[in-house]
């Protein structure tokens, strides 16, 4: 009886230990660690558990921004010994979890050293899930890509049932187009770790290549990682493609990816200077929109505050670049049909649960005043008001702003009071960017003296003095102005275009009221920012498919015949989905090939009008993503002056083939032994 209570203790010890790595709780089960890892009571999945628990803390403290992360490592690294000395059973997905964590924490030595050992295990430690993620860690780490897809091609010549592993080939034909594929060996994120890798080093095509090949196996499983990396490193025209296409295929993509596409497509636009290009955006953001919430997926406040700026943006300002005033009836139509959509959308999404912030109708304000459109601010304030929200400081500064912009000095000083008389009310005081802000304003409108005697009679000393000096700077400066639009579409046309978002988001509506799942099957969702390019006929495009990638003599009655097709979550036959991503696929290897001269062309541009390049990493992204948004609008104009001539690219059925067939050749790597 006695020698069954130190089994019992044990037996305690352990259920206490697994309560506490379920919970998370690290720094618990790990001072109960050290009873157990000697014993025979820790199985396979306590270990996967251990490492789970060890990643997941990280990535909490991150995003916390907690302390603690020394402790961490100390605590990975006893693990790790452990582990190399094998006294915890082996886990593969305990493999891949301790190199997550070397590449998240940036311990590159530590988890190449780590890989490095697990790599010469059996299959108890490692799997293609774990290459998969070592290949990510290794690209981190600076490997070069040959590098890279050798790991690649270990992991399929260790793990893969098909022989020398050629079912990965772009090449290779799926025996059945209407059925689901399920290959032994085959991993989302072997197929994740090589696709990143093949980004960051610039090889574009075998990337495409690579997402090709998942497209055609899983047509309707896209993970969503992999779609990530396309959006952080392909030109904006490509990665709203990739969106599209994820979308498209029943992926539910990530809140902050939606937010990114939008960002992007926001940062695209030129604010009250182009009506008919920031139309064909605006329109894109919201078919952006469809597709994310077709897929089941909620959109946020965030989504809602993008959106409105992108359609504010539609409008051109009140004033032309002389400081003009534009005809009030010349786009007095537009701005109340913008109007109508941005009090849908909010409609929209406080039906569905979102209510709008404080920060939306803040950013309505501001933009509303720069475009010089009173209306709108109006709108704002009366949106703000009835979704029960109070103003806040920078509530105060946008409608200074807007003051300024419209040139109103009894908006400013109406403002200015009742500002005042809040913060007084509630014991607030104002700071020197209220003040500044003021000034600003002031200036704008042209009451300088207004915002002298206010100044003199309510400022602290040391804000008084710092707001002269912001006024000094300012006196001399130029009055901005927003130039109206040059290259848009008549007042009609845009008109026509404004009624067509207005449609749109009569169907997001009608969509979201549903609360099912799209059918973009019978509903196409548009893939493209805009639909200038002509397409290549289709009966070219389908012998090609067949041609090269067809199963003309598999089993062509099933892969015809519509009801024995199965259909994927946004109601595609799988047959017909994997052709239409066959085709997507197709103009995105097109679009990419001219890339790098349409980039280089831009930067030349800017260096014969005498900018700069950048010498900082952080100033080179943001320098190459407004070249890319300049870029951008001038394929844009280029597009739309060709469509009007008729000039846009006629296709040769010949060339159009050699084209395709050369960019779908890839370099398939030989599967090799790594030393």
Same mark, same amino acid.
């Given at each position: ?529 805009? $639909? +200038? /390019? !002509?397409?290549?006929?289709? %009966? ?9 990638? @067809?199963?003309? *003599? #598999? ?56 900018? $700069? +390049? /950048? !010498?900082?990493?952080?100033? %080179? ?9 300049? @870029?951008?609008? *001038? #394929? ?40």
């Amino acid at each position: 009886m006695l020698e069954l209570l130190p089994v019992a203790r044990d037996l305690g010890t352990l259920l206490l230990f697994r309560s506490e790595v379920a919970s998370g709780h690290v720094d618990r089960f790990m001072d109960l660690y050290p009873q157990l890892v000697n014993s025979s009571l820790l199985e396979a999945e306590d270990t996967y558990d251990i490492a789970r628990s060890l990643h997941n803390q990280y990535r909490n403290q991150i995003a916390m921004k907690t302390t603690g992360q020394e402790t961490l490592l100390n605590q990975v690294l006893t693990f790790v010994q452990d582990y190399k000395r094998k006294k915890l059973p082996p886990h593969p997905m305990a493999s891949l979890h301790i190199i997550s964590y070397f590449k998240k924490s940036c311990q590159y030595d530590l988890g190449v050293d780590f890989w490095t050992w697990t790599i010469r295990q059996d299959e108890s430690y490692v799997n293609t899930q774990t290459y998969g993620a070592a290949i990510e860690l290794l690209t981190a780490y600076g490997k070069p890509l040959d590098y890279l897809e050798q790991v690649y091609a270990h992991a399929l010549m260790r793990f893969s049932e098909a022989p020398n592993g050629s079912y990965i080939s772009s090449k290779a034909i799926v025996a059945e187009r209407a059925r689901s594929t399920a290959i032994a060996g085959r991993s989302m994120l072997l197929q994740q770790g090589i696709t990143k890798a093949r980004l960051i080093h610039g090889n574009w095509q075998s990337a495409y290549l690579a997402l090709d090949t998942v497209l055609r196996y899983y047509p309707a499983q896209l993970p969503s990682r992999i779609i990530d990396n396309f959006m952080h490193e392909r030109p904006l025209l490509e990665s709203y493609k990739v969106f599209c296409l994820a979308c498209r295929s029943g992926c539910t993509v990530k809140p902050k990816t939606f937010t990114y596409i939008l960002d992007e497509i926001a940062k695209a636009q030129t604010l009250g200077e182009n009506t008919a290009y920031n139309l064909d955006l605006a329109k894109a953001m919201l078919n952006a929109l469809q597709a994310y919430t077709g897929t089941g997926a909620t959109a946020n406040f965030v989504h809602l505050n993008v959106l409105i700026r992108g359609l504010l943006t539609i409008l051109p300002a009140a004033r032309d670049e002389m400081g003009s005033k534009a005809q009030p009836a010349e786009d007095e139509e537009l701005c109340e049909r913008t109007s109508n959509a941005i009090k849908k959308l909010l409609r929209i999404f406080t039906l569905s649960g979102v209510a709008p912030a404080v920060a939306t109708f803040n950013a309505m304000i501001f933009l509303s005043g720069s475009l010089g459109r009173r209306a709108l601010v109006h709108v704002a304030m009366a949106g703000l008001e009835e979704a029960g929200l109070e103003p806040n400081r920078i509530t105060y500064r946008s409608l200074l702003s807007a003051a300024g912009h419209l040139e109103d000095v009894n908006f400013l000083k109406e403002t200015w009071k009742t500002y005042n008389g809040v913060a007084s009310k509630l014991g607030i005081e104002l700071r020197l960017g209220d003040w500044i802000a003021f000034a600003r304003a002031g200036k704008n409108a042209h009451a300088e003296a207004y915002v002298f005697e206010e100044l003199e009679s309510s400022a602290e000393p040391d804000v008084e003095k710092n707001v002269k000096l912001e006024v000094a700077r300012l006196k001399d400066a130029p009055k901005s102005q927003r130039r109206r639009s040059k290259n848009g579409k008549n007042n009609d046309e845009s008109i026509r275009h404004i009624n067509e978002i207005l449609a749109q988001l009569v169907q997001i509506s009608e969509q979201l009221k549903s609360s099912k799942l799209q059918n973009f099957y019978q509903t196409p969702i548009r893939m493209s920012l805009w $639909q +200038l /390019p !002509r397409a290549p006929p289709e %009966e070219w495009q389908k012998k090609l498919y067949d041609d090269t990638l @067809g199963n003309r *003599k #598999l089993n062509p009655e099933q892969d015809e015949d519509p009801e024995l097709a199965l259909v994927g979550r946004t109601g595609f036959p799988l047959n017909e989905l994997r052709y239409q991503n066959w085709k997507t696929m197709n103009e995105l290897l097109s679009e990419a090939e001219v890339d790098p001269q349409r980039h280089h062309q831009t930067i030349e541009n800017a260096l014969l009008q005498g900018n $700069q +390049l /950048p !010498r900082s990493a952080l100033k %080179e992204k943001v320098y190459h993503s407004q070249t890319e948004a300049q @870029g951008l609008l *001038k #394929l844009w104009e280029s597009q739309s002056r060709d469509a009007e001539r008729g000039t846009l690219e006629q296709h040769d059925e010949a060339a159009w083939r050699r084209k395709i067939l050369k960019l779908r050749q890839s370099d398939d790597q030989d599967l090799v032994d790594l030393p």
